[in-house]
């Protein structure tokens, strides 16, 4: 009987103990994944940090790969809230995986760097990955770890992949580029702001304004629960995700003013300490940010100390 298909009562039971079927990235979409990926030898596995951005870009360069080059792969969102286990990927025939933009709980990836037959390889920005990296003397052939402080990991996964294909054919003819004209330089300047946030730059025009109109995209980075992740990122446009965010922002600070506009005179320390201004913002703490903000700019117009309340 194959173990990948028993019955139980009638329905499906899982290949894995009980204690593996958790919800959350272990759930049980997640493991019949892998299981029809045992029972197909899948050789590719792809597993993205969850829910970055990074990762979830880099999921998608993955999938462009694997889909130009016409080669199977399991892609699966990897994150630290009831993670996957090395345990949950008894896939025969696995040839390669990657590990994008993390490297995993302490001896993950050495774990999968055990098969002999199996290359690995992990894409990361972190400073604090570096201590978890495999000493080059205790690193087996097989696994290549790839941390650049300087780049970001969907930056680096792009570039992986581009030059891949480069001059890779298949029986069909010469392989398309992994990003459409179309699309590439869009998607590239939404990878410098990735990036920029990334790296705590922070140099590019509006980027506070671009991670806010991002944000709202986080909860959609799941590629099982979400089907359409990688259209949805291949339409991401930089200008109007900071267009949105920039309208948030205005929203935000619209709302403060009308609080600013019954701003009144404090003393502070009975006046030992000067005064300033304040205002009543009672079940509006949401909004402390920028009534803070603005408060410190008038009162510093004022004259005044730039501690508000």
Same mark, same amino acid.
């Given at each position: 009987?194959?173990p990948?298909? $028993?019955? #139980?009562? +009638?329905?499906?039971?899982?290949?894995?103990?009980?204690?593996?079927?958790?919800? %959350?990235?272990?759930?049980?979409?997640?493991?019949?994944?892998?299981?029809?990926? @045992? #029972?197909?030898?899948?050789?590719?596995?792809?597993l993205?940090?969850?829910?970055?951005?990074? +990762?979830?870009?880099?999921?998608?360069?993955?999938?462009?790969?694997?889909?130009? $080059?016409?080669?199977?792969?399991?892609?699966?969102?990897?994150?630290?809230?009831?993670?996957?286990?090395?345990?949950?990927?008894?896939?025969? +025939?696995?040839?390669?995986?990657?590990?994008?933009?993390?490297?995993?709980p302490?001896?993950?990836?050495?774990?999968?760097?055990?098969?002999?037959?199996?290359?690995?390889?992990?894409?990361?920005?972190?400073?604090?990955?570096?201590?978890?990296? %495999?000493?080059?003397?205790? =690193?087996?052939?097989?696994?290549?770890?790839?941390?650049?402080?300087?780049?970001?990991?969907?930056?680096?996964? *792009?570039? *992986?992949?581009?030059?891949?294909?480069?001059?890779?054919? %298949?029986?069909?003819?010469?392989?398309?580029?992994?990003?459409?004209?179309?699309?590439?330089?869009?998607?590239?300047?939404?990878?410098?702001?990735?990036?920029?946030?990334d790296?705590?730059?922070?140099?590019?025009?509006?980027?506070?304004?671009?991670?806010?109109?991002?944000?709202?995209?986080?909860?959609?980075?799941?590629?099982?629960?979400?089907?359409y992740?990688?259209? #949805?990122?291949?339409?991401?446009?930089?200008?109007?995700?900071?267009?949105?965010? %920039?309208?948030?922002?205005a929203?935000?600070?619209?709302?403060?003013?009308?609080?600013?506009?019954?701003?009144?005179?404090?003393?502070?320390?009975?006046?030992? *300490? +000067?005064? =300033?201004?304040?205002?009543? @913002?009672?079940?509006?703490?949401?909004?402390?940010?920028?009534?803070?903000? #603005?408060?410190?700019?008038?009162?510093?117009?004022?004259?005044?100390?730039?501690?508000?309340?």
């Open positions: 009987m194959n990948l298909l $028993l019955r #139980q009562w +009638g329905r499906a039971a899982s290949p894995f103990p009980p204690y593996s079927r958790l919800r %959350t990235f272990r759930s049980d979409a997640a493991l019949e994944a892998i299981a029809r990926a @045992a #029972q197909d030898r899948v050789p590719n596995l792809v993205y940090n969850y829910p970055s951005f990074s +990762g979830a870009f880099s999921a998608l360069f993955a999938h462009l790969f694997h889909t130009r $080059l016409r080669l199977p792969s399991l892609i699966l969102p990897f994150s630290s809230v009831a993670p996957l286990r090395v345990e949950d990927f008894y896939v025969d +025939g696995l040839e390669r995986c990657y590990f994008l933009d993390f490297l995993g302490k001896g993950f990836a050495a774990a999968f760097s055990r098969r002999p037959t199996c290359e690995v390889l992990c894409f990361d920005h972190r400073k604090s990955s570096l201590p978890h990296i %495999t000493p080059m003397e205790d =690193c087996p052939k097989n696994l290549s770890i790839r941390v650049n402080l300087e780049k970001s990991s969907s930056t680096a996964v *792009y570039e *992986y992949f581009s030059s891949r294909l480069v001059d890779m054919e %298949t029986p069909c003819g010469p392989v398309a580029d992994l990003l459409e004209l179309k699309d590439r330089s869009r998607i590239e300047m939404v990878l410098k702001y990735i990036e920029d946030g790296l705590r730059r922070w140099n590019l025009p509006d980027i506070r304004a671009f991670n806010i109109g991002l944000s709202e995209w986080r909860s959609k980075l799941n590629c099982i629960t979400n089907p992740m990688y259209e #949805q990122l291949l339409e991401m446009n930089s200008l109007e995700l900071i267009a949105k965010g %920039t309208d948030f922002i929203s935000r600070e619209n709302a403060a003013n009308k609080f600013l506009d019954k701003s009144f005179k404090i003393r502070l320390g009975r006046g030992l *300490y +000067g005064e =300033c201004l304040a205002v009543r @913002a009672d079940g509006n703490s949401n909004l402390s940010d920028e009534i803070g903000k #603005q408060l410190s700019m008038r009162s510093v117009a004022a004259g005044l100390s730039t501690s508000g309340l």
